[in-house]
């Protein structure tokens, strides 16, 4: 689905400078990258402060940590994304409230945000999946007319623009209370280990934000508040200090690997390609299509046997999943989310992807599709 060697070759002797120059250093933790990927990070995001941290699992709970949420208060998020997302949500033993997600973008639907609130309600987790922001400026409206926190979870669209009705733009992430992202090899700005980061411009949350991050200290054994122990060590930074200046670069490779597969599929009326909505720039961190009236396993099956990888990203909705069972939510009806769940299929997407890949691809799943 991806892939990060041959990526990695082409920036390699940067790389492996940059390394060496950790190892020469001794600073694994907190070394000069780091500093100097936080601040080029900020200037990237716009944002007024960036933190970085372990993971952008850690990154969200950080910031729910630090907006005090109480146990069951009430955090309204997509029931399709990733675990992480609302994994942490129980884990500080607040209410996930699952709501629908729009079907075109697969990013949480403004309407079914508004239906969920309750006095308990404290804030709102929308998710840019796949690389296609959620509809922040509904959704900045709804949390400003309700008192609420927005909690952006940016882990798969590091890059993105959006564009608000009056023109002016913003990189998702930095648009909510707080923005939450991944490192995570994989993703769009991908470590060679695990790495996170959090975006806000409220200079009060940020400080406590990095204290938490840091055993609730800021005097070094004087902790005020329970924290947790979450860092980018300086080797990760080194290497993300490069990425990040390629960044748009690997962005314009995915958009343009997206656009041969749309093209290739155009037309098709049993493959709906993923939409772009006009406030959003698309960063593909999947290529994502739904089928209609297509054996989706076989498929898979199908590709496979050609050697060419596809994944259903999520089986399982995050109202369907075991964990979330000891939680006493209420029954929610997620249609579009439980109908996505069935119909979708990611592609490989990854910024090396070159035309006689994409042919062959398009070409073996044109074949299934219309035998
Ligand atoms: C990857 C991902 C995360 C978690 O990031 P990690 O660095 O793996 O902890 C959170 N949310 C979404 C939507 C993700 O894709």
């Given at each position: 689905m991806v892939?990060?060697?041959?990526?990695?070759?082409?920036?390699?002797s940067a790389v492996d400078i940059?390394?060496?120059?950790?190892?020469?250093s001794a600073a694994y933790i907190n070394g000069k990258p780091v500093q100097d990927f936080t601040a080029a990070l900020n200037t990237y995001q716009g944002s007024a402060h960036t933190i970085t941290c372990g993971n952008g699992t850690d990154a969200l709970q950080i910031a729910m940590m630090a907006l005090d949420l109480q146990p069951g208060d009430e955090v309204i998020t997509p029931s399709y994304t990733y675990i992480a997302t609302t994994e942490v949500v129980a884990l500080l033993k607040l209410k996930p409230?699952?709501?629908?997600?729009d079907p075109k973008t697969f990013c949480i639907?403004?309407?079914?945000?508004?239906?969920?609130i309750t006095p308990k309600t404290k804030a709102i987790v929308p998710v840019h999946l796949y690389g296609h922001?959620?509809?922040m400026e509904e959704i900045m409206q709804i949390a400003a007319?309700?008192?609420?926190?927005v909690i952006e979870d940016n882990a798969q669209a590091i890059g993105c623009d959006y564009t608000f009705l009056d023109g002016s733009k913003k990189k998702t992430g930095s648009i909510g209370t707080v923005g939450a992202t991944s490192f995570y090899p994989s993703k769009n700005l991908g470590a060679y280990g695990d790495g996170g980061a959090i975006f806000t411009n409220d200079a009060s949350l940020a400080q406590k934000m990095k204290m938490i991050a840091n055993h609730g200290q800021q005097t070094r054994y004087?902790?005020?508040?329970?924290?947790?122990n979450s860092r980018l060590d300086s080797m990760q930074a080194a290497v993300l200090n490069i990425k990040l200046k390629q960044l748009d670069d690997y962005t314009n490779a995915r958009q343009n690997a997206a656009n041969f597969y749309n093209n290739a599929f155009a037309g098709n009326e049993k493959i709906t390609v993923p939409y772009v909505a006009p406030y959003s720039t698309h960063v593909?961190?999947?290529?994502?299509?739904?089928?209609?009236?297509?054996n989706r396993d076989a498929l898979s099956a199908y590709l496979a046997e050609k050697k060419i990888p596809s994944m259903i990203y999520y089986p399982v909705p995050g109202h369907r999943q075991k964990m979330f069972s000891g939680f006493d939510l209420p029954p929610v009806d997620l249609t579009i989310t439980d109908w996505l769940t069935e119909r979708v299929i990611s592609l490989p997407m990854h910024t090396e992807m070159d035309q006689e890949q994409l042919s062959y691809i398009t070409e073996n799943v044109l074949n299934f599709i219309n035998n």
């Open positions: 892939d990060t060697k041959s990526q990695y070759l082409k920036i390699k940059a390394i060496h120059e950790v190892l020469d409230v699952f709501v629908e997600v639907d403004p309407v079914s945000v508004r239906n969920a922001a959620a509809p007319e309700f008192g609420l926190y004087y902790h005020e508040m329970v924290g947790c593909y961190h999947q290529y994502t299509l739904q089928l209609h009236n297509v």
